[in-house]
C-alpha cells in the first residue's frame, strides 16, 4: 500500500499570511494526488485533483504542485474560513491512501 | 445540485453487522463510480471501498476486506454497504462519495467530488 505522510501536522499563522503544506508519498504517483479541506463537523470538500487542477468554484488562492513523491498546497493569502483540516490522498493505487492530515490553525 | 444523503448508521455490538444506504440525486448516478470513506472520532480519513459505474467492479481496504460488501442498485440510485463482524474499531461516520475522473496518461485518476453528510456507526458492547 502507498502511505502518505503530510507535514506539518499542525500550523498556526494570521489572516493573510503564505502557508505551504507538504504531503510526500512512499512510492512514485506521477500526479495522481488529491487535497481536501475539512471544517469541523463538517463533510470534507474537494479543492484540488491531479496535483494542480482546481475544482470549480475554489478560490484561486489555493493551489498544488508536485509530482513522483512530493507534493504541496499552498494558500496564497490566509482567510478566516481557511482555518481548517487538509488531507492529501493519493488516487494512484488501490487501496487508495489519506495522508493523516494537517491542522490549519490561528495564530 | 448532487445530493447524497447516508443512512442506517446505528449502535451495534461486537459481531454483529449493519447495512448502511445511500440515496444519490441530481446526477447521472449509473455514470460514475462512488466510494465509502470513514473518519473514526477526532481521527482522519480513512478509504473503505470503491465500486464501478456498473457495480462490477469492487475494492475494499484492507482492513474491511472479507467483512464488508459494497453494492448498488442503478435502478433506484442507490448505494449499500453491508457491514458484518464488526469491530471496536470500525466506529466511526461514513461518508458516501460521488466519484470525479480525469485521465492522466492514459490512465484514470479518480478523485472524491462529493461527499454526503455521513452517518454514524457506533460498535461497542
Known amino acids: 500500500d502507498i502511505q502518505m505522510t503530510q507535514s506539518p501536522s499542525s500550523l498556526s499563522a494570521s489572516v493573510g499570511d503564505r502557508v505551504t503544506f507538504t504531503c510526500r508519498a512512499s512510492?512514485?504517483?506521477?500526479?495522481?494526488l488529491n487535497w481536501y479541506q475539512q471544517k469541523p463537523g463538517k463533510a470534507p470538500k474537494l479543492l484540488i485533483f491531479a496535483s494542480s487542477i482546481l475544482q470549480s468554484g475554489v478560490p484561486s488562492r489555493f493551489s498544488g504542485s508536485g509530482s513522483g513523491t512530493d507534493f504541496t498546497l499552498t494558500i496564497s493569502s490566509l482567510q478566516p474560513e481557511d482555518f481548517a483540516a487538509y488531507y492529501c490522498q493519493q488516487g494512484y493505487s488501490f487501496p487508495y491512501t489519506f495522508g493523516q492530515g494537517a491542522k490549519l490553525e490561528i495564530k | 445540485e448532487v445530493h447524497l444523503v447516508e443512512s442506517g448508521g446505528d449502535l451495534a455490538q461486537p459481531g454483529g453487522s449493519l447495512r448502511l444506504s445511500c440515496a444519490a440525486s441530481g446526477f447521472t448516478f449509473s455514470s460514475y463510480s462512488m466510494t465509502w470513506v470513514r473518519q473514526a472520532p477526532g481521527k482522519g480519513l480513512e478509504w473503505v471501498s470503491y465500486?464501478?459505474?456498473?457495480?462490477?467492479?469492487?475494492y475494499y481496504a484492507d482492513s474491511v476486506k472479507g467483512r464488508f460488501t459494497f453494492s448498488r442498485d442503478n435502478a433506484r440510485d442507490s448505494l449499500f454497504l453491508q457491514m458484518t463482524s464488526l469491530r471496536d474499531e470500525d466506529t466511526a461516520l461514513y461518508y458516501c462519495?460521488?466519484?470525479?475522473?480525469?485521465?492522466?496518461?492514459?490512465?484514470?485518476?479518480?478523485?472524491?467530488?462529493?461527499w454526503g453528510q455521513g452517518t454514524l456507526v457506533t460498535v461497542s458492547s
Open positions: 512510492q512514485s504517483i506521477s500526479t495522481f
Open positions: 465500486i464501478s459505474h456498473d457495480g462490477r467492479t469492487t
Open positions: 462519495v460521488k466519484d470525479g475522473a480525469t485521465m492522466i496518461r492514459g490512465a484514470p485518476l479518480r478523485y472524491f467530488q462529493y
